[in-house]
């Protein structure tokens, strides 16, 4: 299953692609806002249809009813915190997942529109459920909607994704059964790891 995107979340946008710009050389491009749930990004292409997402709160959005997702108000500092899949059926991968004991979430249908008002249509499996902590990715599938992969500033590319976890094996476990190759050691915390190729040469965004 294809890594269709990596979330770095930030407790302020500007931070998130500060820290994205310096560490790689190449400055990710505002993406849009999220309506109602107080957030907007900022993105970067990673070749071969995957991109980078920086997130975090849009200053312009009332205060979302809810916690903003991706952990972005408990964040001091910002962070990879999960990633998102690609699977040729998403409503089969769900079912598929939840027969094998590995419950998703029911996808939804999401939107946003982009700087130049072109609007973005999706659907996804809840993001917020952050399953062991973002290790197990949440699904997506972009329908007949253009990937923001295509149109994202290039000159990096995604090279390899690990983790750690306190409970590896049932990190795996659940992996395999959405089809996911990911390296994932015993560690006390948890973490996600992406090392990119960059115009400031290989960098690893934790």
């Not at 970067?44 to 991706?70: K, N, S, W």
């Not at 972009?142 to 590896?168: E, F, K, N, V, Y």
């Amino acid at each position: 299953m294809a890594v269709d995107h990596l979330v770095l979340a930030a407790p302020e946008l500007g931070a998130g692609v500060e820290l994205v710009a310096r560490a790689t050389g190449v400055r990710p491009v505002a993406g849009g806002a999220h309506p109602g749930l107080g957030t907007r990004n900022a993105l970067m292409g990673l070749g071969e249809g995957t991109y980078l997402e920086v997130i975090g709160p849009d200053p312009e959005q009332p205060e979302p009813d809810g916690a903003r997702p991706f952990l972005v108000d408990a964040l001091d500092a910002p962070r990879l915190v999960t990633y998102a899949c690609r699977p040729d059926d998403l409503d089969a991968s769900v079912a598929a997942a939840r027969a094998a004991g590995v419950n998703l979430g029911e996808p939804r249908w999401m939107s946003r529109a982009r700087p130049d008002g072109v609007e973005l249509r999706w659907r996804l499996t809840p993001p917020d459920m952050l399953m062991f902590d973002g290790l197990v990715p949440f699904l997506i599938d972009w329908g007949g909607t253009a990937s923001p992969a295509a149109s994202a500033p290039g000159g990096c590319r995604l090279t390899g994704l690990r983790a750690w976890h306190p409970r590896p094996e049932a990190v795996r476990a659940a992996l395999a059964t959405l089809g996911v190759a990911l390296e994932v050691q015993q560690a006390d915390t948890p973490a996600l790891a992406a090392t990119l190729d960059t115009p400031n040469g290989p960098v690893e965004l934790r």
